[in-house]
C-alpha cells in the first residue's frame, strides 16, 4: 500500500525513482479505507535522509499509511532548512488534540548530554507524556529509546569507554511475541552509540520486558 505524503516533499521523488508507491491525500480519498494516521517526530539533523529512510521502510507495509511530521518548537535546527521545516512539518501545538495510531520517535546527535540538558528536553517530556493518551502505539528509536526509559522510569544511561559501533547478533527471548512475529531465533542489528542502559536497571522495573 501507499504511504501518503505531500507531493512537493523532497522525498517523494528520491522513493519513486526507487519505484515505491507513493500516494497524496487526494488520490486516496477514493479508497474506501481508513489510513493509519503516524506521527513522525523527527530530532535528527539530516531530516530529508531521516524521512526517507523512514518511508521507505513504511512503504513496504500492508497498510495505508499517512504520515503527518512533527519538529521541535523549541529546537532552532542548524542542519535543516527552516523554508523545510515550515513547508513539511508541523509543531506538537498544532496536533495536541488529534488522536495517532501511531508515534515514531527519532534518535538524535545529543548522546553526549545529560537529559536535562538538551534544548528540546521539556517538549519532548509533554510529547511522551501526550502520546500515553492519544496515540495507540509509539515506538522510541536509538537515543529517544533512552529518553523515554529516562523519563517514564529515570532509568539512566551511562558512557562507554568507546564508541560501540558495528552489527551484532541479538537472540529471541520470548517466544509467540507479537512484536517479533517474523523473527528468526536469532538475528543480526547494527548498534552505534556513545552509551548504554544497564539491564540491571531495567528488571527492577516490573512493567517492563526484555524480549
Aim: with cysteine.
Amino acid at each position: 500500500m501507499p504511504v501518503i505524503i505531500p507531493n512537493t516533499l523532497p522525498a517523494r521523488n528520491i522513493l519513486e525513482d526507487e519505484d515505491i508507491f507513493i500516494s497524496s491525500r487526494q488520490s486516496t480519498q477514493f479508497l474506501n479505507i481508513r489510513p493509519l494516521r503516524l506521527a513522525i517526530l523527527n530530532l535528527m539533523p539530516t531530516i530529508i535522509a531521516t524521512e526517507t529512510q523512514i518511508l521507505r521502510l513504511l512503504s513496504n507495509s500492508a497498510f495505508l499509511v499517512e504520515v503527518t511530521l512533527l519538529h521541535m518548537k523549541s529546537h532552532e535546527s542548524k542542519n535543516a532548512s527552516w523554508e523545510h521545516l515550515s513547508a513539511y512539518y508541523q509543531s506538537f501545538e498544532k496536533v495536541k488534540d488529534d488522536i495517532f495510531d501511531g508515534l515514531l520517535i527519532t534518535g538524535a546527535p545529543v548522546e553526549h548530554l545529560p537529559f536535562e540538558e538538551v534544548d528540546y528536553w521539556g517538549e519532548l517530556q509533554s510529547i511522551m507524556d501526550w502520546s500515553e493518551t492519544n496515540v495507540l502505539s509509539t515506538l522510541h528509536i536509538c537515543w529517544a529509546a533512552q529518553a523515554g526509559l529516562y523519563h517514564r522510569y529515570k532509568i539512566p544511561k551511562y558512557p562507554l569507554p568507546e564508541k560501540m559501533f558495528g552489527v551484532f547478533r541479538h537472540n529471541v527471548l520470548v517466544r509467540n511475541e507479537k512484536l517479533l512475529r517474523g523473527f528468526d531465533d536469532s538475528f543480526y542489528a547494527p548498534h552505534s552509540r556513545h552509551t548504554e542502559i544497564k539491564r540491571q536497571d531495567v528488571d527492577k522495573e516490573p512493567d517492563l520486558d526484555v524480549l
